[in-house]
């Protein structure tokens, strides 16, 4: 048995495929385009019977349909994405590109794969569009969560094209009753995650005593969600989640901005004492806020809780772990802050 992941070289894809591997034992074909924040390194370890990587894109549907005639696989997870808002203010034409085109690129395929399967395989064929929380747009603070039936009102050009994706994969099933699952999550964390992101990236600034720049007061709210327990529910919704139907994942776990990088600054205080500063948490430098930025997000899971998914790491414990892979993989951090990333922020990209 082989599934179709895309994306699978980047923070949540390299996640999923190694628990995917270690839990499940399938097989794997993982077609990623390998931009600034794909790292084939990832998922070096695998065994050649387990992983195939494909260096490919999802807008070329070509090669889309040849993978899934070669591989035949019983299901698509579909996580390729450009996911940075901040560069999707900057330049959203790349996003317009891969979320959408590449998303109806792929329903396109699958559609045509599907329709040439046996019935037995047809019923047990799953295409699982793996989106964002932020398609719903921001709450006030005494708002209660988003839920699957919450309206999408986006406000980022990188929200945008994700909606825009989950409208397609939700009228694909309608209009051709392709069997896609939709996944909407909350902010994830973890290993493998590009310094882009603002854990990864107050991790590292403070570890070198670097300024620890926050978007305004730093109080916008995030559920946040280990990976590895959204790799597990990503298993969940594809064994167990019903066709046309959304499942939204989150950590039970809302922090805001300042929150998040004052735990980070105590935490490596604790494990590596500061040398030019007395608490890094002084290293804080409050920045002009970006345009349209979501004031909280929050997630109702009680849907895929009923199906048996329920986070297992609570976000200090996540934390912690998580900081303490970033100590223990600094030769992964260097070696990915360089190139493309690089440029860009001396282009003037902010992070």
């Given at each position: 048995m082989t599934i179709l992941v895309t994306g699978g070289c980047g923070f949540i894809g390299t996640n999923f495929i190694l628990d995917w591997v270690r839990e499940v034992g399938e097989r794997v074909v993982n077609l990623d385009r390998l931009t600034y924040a794909g790292n084939r390194d990832n998922l070096s370890g695998l065994p050649e019977?387990?992983?195939l990587l494909v260096e490919g894109d999802v807008c070329d549907g070509p090669l889309v349909s040849r993978l899934l005639s070669e591989h035949s696989p019983r299901a698509v997870v579909h996580l390729a994405a450009e996911s940075h808002v901040d560069r999707s203010i900057t330049g959203p034409a790349e996003f317009i590109r891969t979320n959408?085109?590449?998303?109806?690129?792929?329903l396109e395929a699958a559609r045509d794969f599907h329709q040439g399967l046996t019935e037995a395989r047809k019923g047990a064929f799953r295409f699982l569009h793996v989106s964002t929380d932020e398609v719903y747009g921001s709450l006030g603070p005494s708002e209660p969560p988003?839920?699957?039936?919450?309206?999408?009102?986006?406000?980022?050009?990188?929200?945008?094209?994700?909606a825009a994706g989950d409208h397609l994969a939700r009228a694909w099933h309608k209009t051709y009753g392709l069997p896609v699952v939709v996944t909407n999550c909350s902010n994830n964390y973890g290993p493998y995650q590009f310094p882009e992101k603002l854990i990864p990236l107050m991790i590292q600034n403070a570890l070198e005593e670097k300024p620890l720049p926050v978007y305004g007061d730093g109080l916008q709210v995030r559920d946040w969600l280990h990976v590895?327990?959204?790799?597990?529910?990503?298993?969940?919704?594809?064994?167990?989640?019903?066709?046309?139907?959304?499942?939204?994942?989150?950590?039970?776990?809302?922090?805001n901005?300042?929150?998040?990088?004052?735990?980070?600054?105590?935490?490596?205080?604790?494990?590596?004492?500061?040398?030019?500063?007395?608490?890094?948490v002084s290293l804080i430098s409050h920045v002009t806020d970006r345009p349209g930025h979501d004031r909280r997000y929050a997630i109702d899971a009680g849907k895929i809780k009923a199906l048996g998914f329920t986070p297992s790491l609570g976000f200090e414990e996540g934390l912690l772990?998580?900081?303490?892979?970033?100590?223990?993989?600094?030769?992964?951090?260097?070696?990915?802050?360089?190139?493309?990333?690089?440029?860009?922020?001396r282009e003037g990209g902010t992070v």
């Amino acid at each position: 048995m082989t599934i179709l992941v895309t994306g699978g070289c980047g923070f949540i894809g390299t996640n999923f495929i190694l628990d995917w591997v270690r839990e499940v034992g399938e097989r794997v074909v993982n077609l990623d385009r390998l931009t600034y924040a794909g790292n084939r390194d990832n998922l070096s370890g695998l065994p050649e019977e387990s992983y195939l990587l494909v260096e490919g894109d999802v807008c070329d549907g070509p090669l889309v349909s040849r993978l899934l005639s070669e591989h035949s696989p019983r299901a698509v997870v579909h996580l390729a994405a450009e996911s940075h808002v901040d560069r999707s203010i900057t330049g959203p034409a790349e996003f317009i590109r891969t979320n959408v085109l590449g998303t109806f690129t792929m329903l396109e395929a699958a559609r045509d794969f599907h329709q040439g399967l046996t019935e037995a395989r047809k019923g047990a064929f799953r295409f699982l569009h793996v989106s964002t929380d932020e398609v719903y747009g921001s709450l006030g603070p005494s708002e209660p969560p988003f839920t699957e039936g919450s309206p999408k009102e986006p406000n980022s050009p990188y929200s945008a094209s994700k909606a825009a994706g989950d409208h397609l994969a939700r009228a694909w099933h309608k209009t051709y009753g392709l069997p896609v699952v939709v996944t909407n999550c909350s902010n994830n964390y973890g290993p493998y995650q590009f310094p882009e992101k603002l854990i990864p990236l107050m991790i590292q600034n403070a570890l070198e005593e670097k300024p620890l720049p926050v978007y305004g007061d730093g109080l916008q709210v995030r559920d946040w969600l280990h990976v590895s327990d959204h790799a597990r529910a990503l298993r969940v919704a594809l064994e167990k989640g019903i066709p046309g139907e959304t499942y939204n994942i989150g950590g039970n776990s809302e922090r805001n901005n300042m929150q998040v990088v004052g735990r980070c600054c105590s935490i490596l205080d604790r494990l590596i004492p500061p040398k030019g500063v007395k608490e890094r948490v002084s290293l804080i430098s409050h920045v002009t806020d970006r345009p349209g930025h979501d004031r909280r997000y929050a997630i109702d899971a009680g849907k895929i809780k009923a199906l048996g998914f329920t986070p297992s790491l609570g976000f200090e414990e996540g934390l912690l772990r998580t900081i303490e892979w970033y100590l223990d993989n600094q030769k992964w951090v260097k070696d990915v802050l360089s190139g493309d990333y690089m440029q860009w922020k001396r282009e003037g990209g902010t992070v």
